[in-house]
């Protein structure tokens, strides 16, 4: 079933003379940008997305089927042309996911498919092509049509997620995950052009659900699946691929984790290749570094990088139109989950670290992280000042928590009324390390096991009244930051925000200053170098400091609750404030620092 790569199946190829093809040439003249996905103008405009090169390349050989999808959507309003070319990306991107999922871990035993794989991949691309002319033809549908294809990419993520578990996946999921797989992917046929025969082709098609001989450390790899050149190993992809499975039975498929390791392990594969773990060398991991520096920063943020490949984006970025990673990005994110990946299966498959040893070049055209600077009084005294006149509890009190505890802005987000409590003569607050929202249990961001242990809240905030208006909440203290899916996240965006607007320069003076100036003034008062790393949630130094693993004494929660108030700061704005009015407040999605 050939697929046209120009224009999807029943989608009049009318190319107007007066349409795309002369709107793209005057975008081109004056300068004005179309929005993603669409070419063209109001006098006609098409909507084009890529295929995946990884899911819909030489592996599947789909003869006929061409680079890109593309549809006529017609003379329209820009605005809404945008809108419908969204609704349409969205659902080309489910069914992409979609038929990624069909794909994975399905390359252990190649000659046990054959031509159905290859004509069930076509019909997952009729189906797409029918998902896009339905949108097009009643925009309202698009957004059901993604829900529903989403409620089928939700089915088969828990077939692979249980599969990889190995012996420890939910029996229920693991006996019945070829059902499970064909049922999902029925309901995405479904919008085939011909659903009778592409049900047939499922029908036909043998193993469609992963292998429970799925590559996982303690399920060693079939002797038939050698690696390539020869090794024994398992492959870099089949490893990466446990660990991210194993981080998922782990962490939740939602955590925002999960997506970026998702992607670094394919920026590799794509730029090194597939290989048995103990045929990588340290140069390799050199070779993956020197070629991203060219990768954009916010690279999947980017409507205009959508559907292309590793290789297409380093390529459009060539000349460094677009900002590229930071170090630190490129060093302790991609290049680190690298090696983590990497290092997972050494003890089940007996292979070295080829990462050990390897002494990185980092490019000269990454910019280095910038060391943090404290925030000078002018700049806190007016950001207390602009917080208190118009922000939500969480602008108001969030800053001065930061500097008179010094704890990390992801846990005070998190604090809960039942987390504060008198002791020593003094209020402390120990926030749990999981909590029931909703009916659900879910985690703390905890940085380190420092973090469990109680810090103590200084006499100041007592004084304002806020430690007993907290202690009255049930719930979140901050209730409207956790309005947003990820609080910590949003209000750190926010308060940067906020400290800019009132002279700081961001990059080295941020909302995480605040916190390094509360730990200098703890050094200057003579606290004892343990206490102050307790109060901060920071690591313990030595075994030493680690013997008996002790919380705060009574001394010390007094001498933190009582240290001297950093000067020049006008802490009078704190006094006299109504909490139940600043709770009630709340940051719009439409004003100027509220977006989440």
Partial sequence: MPVPSDVPPNVPPDALANGPAAESRRTATSGVKPPPYLIG???????????????????????????????????????????????????????FALAAATKEDRTMDTQSHGNHDNELAEQVVAACQNAIKKAVAQPSQALGLAHGLDAALTSLRLVQTEIGKGEHGARAVVDNAEALTRHALKDVLAHTSDPKRALEILSTTSDIAPSVTTMTPGNPPPTQAAAPGGSEKPTFGQVSLAYINMRIANDGPDHPEIKYLRLRRQTFLDIIGERAVDKYYGSDLQTYVSAMQKWPANATKRGEMAGKTTAEILESNKDLALKPLARKTLQDGYAANIKTMMRYGMMDFRYRDPFADAKIRWPQMLVAPLPREGISVDVLNRTFRASVASGPLHEVMLPPLSTLTSRRLGLLTFLRGSDIREKHGVFIAQTGGIVLENGRWRRIPAKTDETRVFYVLHDFLSEIGFVDWARRQDGWVFAAAHEHADPSKYVSKVMNRLMQRCGATGGAEVFHSLRGDAIDAMRGANVQPRAARLQAGHELGDVHERYGFRALSAAECKRLARLPLPKGIDWSVFRDLDFDMLAARRRGPGRRGGRG
């Fill in 41 to 95: 103008g109001p006098a006609g405009w098409r909507f084009q997305i890529r295929l995946p090169a990884n899911l819909f390349g030489d592996d599947f050989r789909l003869a006929g089927v061409g680079r890109s999808l593309r549809v006529t959507l017609g003379p329209r309003g820009r605005g809404e042309a945008r809108r419908l070319a969204q609704h349409c990306a969205a659902l080309c991107r489910t069914i």
